[in-house]
């Protein structure tokens, strides 16, 4: 059974930084496509950021040049340091995978940026 679970959530002022952290389990993580999406209040869910095996990342327009997605295939963890946070930035993160053909989620972590 694949498991996800994040870590690393909470809140922070605008311009602050945060890492979050996903330990996958179940699966040969360093072959599997891995990435982060957030939920806000009114929105569908976005895609953030993306990670191939290779070490390839896609960032969302709106997270690009403050937001880095990495993965340490040896310990099984992804991360998504998250910089210069604004505070639309709010919202529940999620790490996500698919694996033989079926969507896997973590319980998801909220982050809030406020002052």
């Known amino acids: 059974q694949v498991r996800l679970l994040e870590s690393g959530g909470g809140l922070v002022q605008p311009g602050g930084f945060l890492r979050l952290s996903c330990a996958a389990s179940g699966l040969n993580f360093r072959l599997y496509p891995m990435d982060w999406s957030r939920q806000t209040p009114g929105k569908e869910r976005e895609l953030v950021a993306r990670?191939?095996?290779?070490?390839?990342?896609n960032n969302a327009d709106s997270v690009k040049g403050r937001f880095t997605i990495s993965r340490d295939n040896v310990r099984n963890l992804l991360f998504l340091q998250m910089s210069s946070l604004k505070p639309e930035d709010t919202g529940r993160y999620y790490c996500?995978?698919?694996?033989?053909?079926?969507?896997?989620w973590g319980q998801g972590n909220q982050v809030t940026v406020s002052s």
């Open positions: 996500h995978t698919k694996h033989r053909e079926m969507d896997f």
């Open positions: 990670i191939i095996s290779g070490g390839t990342t």
